[in-house]
């Protein structure tokens, strides 16, 4: 009712007594710690680089101009509508000390702060990793934050526009490095974009100028589920007319070529990096034990080993028990983090944690998913894509969020193609100079016109 004046988020008084928990990432784990922490009589600080969080399984659809970058993006004080007893400082953390409780933090001013902690949950989550491919940091485009989205996203169009109007009989081909979900979703969803939008949008081209490729050094795609999905995926996927180069690694990136580790040399304007990710080297820098994989070391319970009262969850988390690198597994072992706090705080003892599987997905294209459920069933097709929507859509933090997304998709995906007009989210398509670099690159070219040879 208009005037009605809202409940206020204010916490007690006695708020600045209470144990501090300084929470570092604001992904899936970071922030379910701290909903689960919402009742407890302690104050929480969560600490990350970006004011938002990100829902990075469908950073594709962005990559791709089917959603917009607020769409899968929550902006982290709203939080605290939520959660009271929480608050949240931007900045970069540069290193913890366990001997005095504290962390540094640089917020670009003359000194870095520090904060006291009673507690601490490291769960700032891995960056991608080139695995020191040759090239690849200076010309393949990570795929792992919404930076990295809306950069291939430009980048897509731009290499568009300037192929399209080209004088010579150019084409566009776009690797995309590695078969896991992300890189079959971002293959399949560019598939759709050439079956039912490019020619549309560009009438002077046909679909034979959009390439699409995926390289995995396996023999097979989302080669963490059972062989019938595997083979579907494949099979779906060449159906849409998707080069597969399976079973060689990438052994070098260039501007306009990829090398493999045959010594065989492909083709490649668009590099997109799908292939794995790791520990940020800073971290080597935190005086925390880390594994053999650059990861906090952390026992059963996910207390970090040798240190009391700092806890690890996410994927930075190394645990004896291998857990996949998803969102749920992230959102299970950051409430169990919270929860040993408040063990803690009642003193109670440590319970090991446990990973329930919940099921995996991935999208292959328009109305068309694979699902894996705990129990074995496998769900494909139309009925895959429904049941992946659901829980994506669920998934999601925020109210305005689940609904933007599903509105989105639906429209994307429900209807018809014949009556589908394309109208891709786009965002500082700078063709000018993506041709100016193309020309530029003459000399390092190894494909294209006025190329190398």
């Known amino acids: 009712m208009f005037g009605t004046r809202r409940t206020s988020t204010t916490t007690p008084q006695d708020y600045a007594t209470s144990p501090h928990v300084v929470i570092v990432g604001g992904g899936f784990a970071g922030t379910n710690a701290a909903r689960a922490l919402k009742n407890a009589d302690v104050r929480i600080t969560l600490v990350d680089r970006n004011v938002f969080k990100t829902f990075q399984p469908l950073l594709y659809q962005v990559a791709t101009g089917g959603l917009n ?5 929550l902006f982290l004080r709203s939080l605290v509508r939520e959660i009271p007893n929480l608050r949240v400082r931007q900045g970069e953390v540069l290193g ?15 000194q870095p702060a520090t904060l006291d902690y009673d507690y601490l949950i490291i769960a700032n989550g891995l960056t991608t990793n080139f695995f020191g491919t040759t090239g690849a940091q200076e010309h393949a485009m990570p795929m792992y934050t919404r930076q990295h989205a809306t950069a291939i996203r430009d ?10 109007r080209s004088d010579h009989d150019d084409h566009l081909v776009i690797s995309v490095v590695g078969g896991g979900a992300t890189g079959v979703e971002i293959a399949g969803a560019l598939a759709d974009f050439r079956r039912d939008d490019l020619t ?6 046909s679909e034979e ?11 097979d795609l989302l080669k963490h589920l059972d062989q019938e999905i595997r083979d579907y995926a494949a099979s779906e996927l060449r159906e849409r007319q998707v080069e597969l180069t399976m079973g060689q690694g990438v052994h070098e990136v260039g501007y306009d070529w990829v090398t493999l580790a045959d010594g065989t040399q492909l083709e490649s304007d668009i590099t997109i990096w799908a292939a794995g990710v790791g520990a940020d080297d800073q971290i080597k820098g935190w005086n925390l034990p880390l594994t053999e994989h650059g990861l906090v070391e952390v026992d059963e319970s996910l207390q970090v080993k040798g240190l009391t009262d700092v806890y690890a969850a996410g994927d930075i988390a190394g645990q004896v028990q291998q857990v996949p690198q998803q ?14 706090i408040l063990a803690d705080l009642q003193g109670k003892p440590h319970t090991a944690f446990n990973y329930r599987n919940l ?5 292959i294209g328009r109305r068309d998913a694979v699902v894996s459920l705990p129990n074995g069933t496998n769900i494909t097709g139309t009925a895959g894509w429904l049941a992946w929507m659901t829980v994506h859509v669920a998934k999601l933090i925020g109210k305005r969020n689940r609904r933007a997304v599903a509105v989105n998709l639906f429209s994307l995906y429900a209807a018809r193609r014949a009556s589908h007009k394309p109208n891709p989210v786009t965002g500082d398509v700078d063709s000018i100079n993506a041709a100016r670099v193309f020309a530029e690159m003459a000399g390092t070219r190894r ?6 040879g």
């Open 209 to 219: 100028v959009l390439h699409i490729r995926v390289v995995q050094r396996g023999t």
């Open 69 to 73: 970058p607020g769409d899968v993006t």
């Open 327 to 340: 969102a749920q597994p992230a959102i299970q072992t950051g409430v169990h983090a919270a929860r040993m």
């Open 200 to 205: 549309v949008m560009y009438p002077e081209m």
């Open 359 to 363: 099921g995996e997905a991935a999208t």
């Open 155 to 164: 980048r897509i169009f731009a290499e568009l526009e300037r192929t399209n």
């Open 96 to 110: 913890v000390d366990p001997r005095t409780k504290t962390i540094t933090v640089e917020q670009g001013e003359d």
């Open 447 to 452: 494909f294209g016109p006025g190329h190398r």
